[in-house]
């Protein structure tokens, strides 16, 4: 791990940097850290890729900062964490939240966009359920804790086979989200709430895009990342067999491997 600092956001960004090349950012999903993306270091970093992994404010062992987190100020600082690397352009990664993120710094950035890959993720703002769901959620981490709420997100996160047969991956879900603190949770299930409608930038977006998806992800399924790669032309979708939400966990090889026959097209 190493850290970074932002002054113009009073914040100091934990993140991983393994490998050398084509700097690859990957971002992480809610309600975890940088952790979740370890199955990739070593299969990326072979690859003349530069994966770097950023624990976003509040999560991990980043501090919060000094702005309201949102999905547009995250992506932000995204650029800001680049730019103090001096990194350019990058490929930008996500999956779920991540994936939101990078959607959002692609259409604020696209210049500085290599690439995007985007797994299990949609470009939809939530409903008017979905955001009272988030409502019940915040008022579920206020009177339990952070902890009791992860661990009730863990069932639906995993597909049916990855319980039944990856008991170290389930505990490894478990690990790294039940770790992060009830602020950082609450004010990205306020950000997840009000993010913005991500589709209108999609389709004048024009880099290489990888859409990734698990087999039995339940949160945002096959057929929700099928629409989303309509709206990006010229994209390629890839499902990631016995997987759920998190494709990248529950199957890594199948999606290391999606990953890195995208990523030799752009070298």
Same mark, same amino acid.
């Given at each position: 791990m190493?850290?970074? =600092?932002?002054?113009?956001?009073g914040?100091r960004l934990?993140? #991983?940097?393994v490998?050398?090349?084509?700097?690859v950012?990957?971002?992480h999903?809610?309600?975890? #850290?940088?952790?979740?993306?370890?199955?990739?270091h070593?299969?990326?970093?072979?690859? =003349?890729?530069?994966?770097?992994?950023?624990?976003?404010?509040?999560?991990g062992?980043s501090?919060a900062?000094? =702005?309201?987190?949102t999905?547009?100020?995250?992506?932000?600082?995204?650029?800001d964490? +680049?730019?103090? +690397?001096n990194?350019?352009?990058?490929v930008?990664?996500g999956?779920?939240?991540?994936?939101?993120?990078?959607?959002a710094?692609?259409r604020?950035?696209?210049?500085?966009?290599?690439?995007l890959?985007?797994? =299990?993720?949609r470009?939809?703002p939530?409903?008017q359920?979905?955001?009272?769901?988030?409502?019940?959620?915040?008022?579920?981490?206020k009177a339990?804790?952070?902890?009791?709420?992860? @661990?009730?997100?863990?069932p639906?996160?995993?597909?049916?086979s990855?319980?039944k047969?990856?008991p170290?991956?389930v505990e490894?879900v478990?690990?790294?989200?039940?770790?992060? /603190?009830?602020?950082?949770?609450i004010?990205a299930? @306020?950000?997840?709430?009000?993010?913005?409608?991500?589709?209108?930038?999609?389709a004048?977006?024009?880099?290489?895009?990888?859409?990734?998806?698990? @087999?039995f992800?339940?949160?945002? /399924?096959?057929?929700?990342a099928?629409r989303?790669a309509a709206?990006?032309?010229g994209?390629? +979708?890839?499902h990631i067999?016995?997987?759920?939400?998190l494709?990248?966990?529950?199957?890594p090889?199948?999606?290391n491997?999606?990953v890195?026959?995208?990523?030799?097209k752009?070298?």
């Amino acid at each position: 791990m190493k850290t970074i =600092d932002l002054p113009q956001r009073g914040l100091r960004l934990a993140y #991983d940097d393994v490998g050398t090349g084509l700097p690859v950012v990957l971002l992480h999903a809610f309600p975890f #850290d940088r952790e979740m993306w370890s199955p990739q270091h070593g299969p990326l970093s072979v690859l =003349d890729v530069r994966v770097l992994a950023p624990d976003f404010p509040g999560f991990g062992r980043s501090t919060a900062g000094s =702005d309201p987190f949102t999905i547009e100020g995250a992506a932000d600082v995204v650029a800001d964490f +680049l730019a103090a +690397l001096n990194v350019e352009r990058a490929v930008i990664g996500g999956l779920s939240m991540g994936g939101y993120v990078a959607m959002a710094f692609a259409r604020k950035y696209p210049e500085r966009v290599t690439a995007l890959v985007l797994a =299990d993720t949609r470009p939809a703002p939530d409903d008017q359920q979905a955001r009272e769901n988030r409502d019940k959620a915040i008022a579920a981490v206020k009177a339990d804790g952070a902890a009791k709420f992860a @661990e009730g997100m863990i069932p639906k996160l995993l597909c049916e086979s990855t319980t039944k047969n990856q008991p170290q991956v389930v505990e490894f879900v478990r690990k790294v989200a039940t770790r992060q /603190p009830a602020p950082a949770v609450i004010a990205a299930l @306020e950000a997840l709430r009000d993010r913005p409608d991500a589709t209108p930038g999609l389709a004048s977006f024009t880099r290489p895009t990888l859409v990734l998806v698990g @087999e039995f992800d339940a949160v945002t /399924p096959p057929l929700s990342a099928a629409r989303l790669a309509a709206h990006v032309a010229g994209s390629e +979708l890839a499902h990631i067999p016995d997987a759920g939400h998190l494709s990248n966990v529950e199957n890594p090889d199948a999606f290391n491997a999606a990953v890195a026959k995208f990523l030799k097209k752009v070298l």
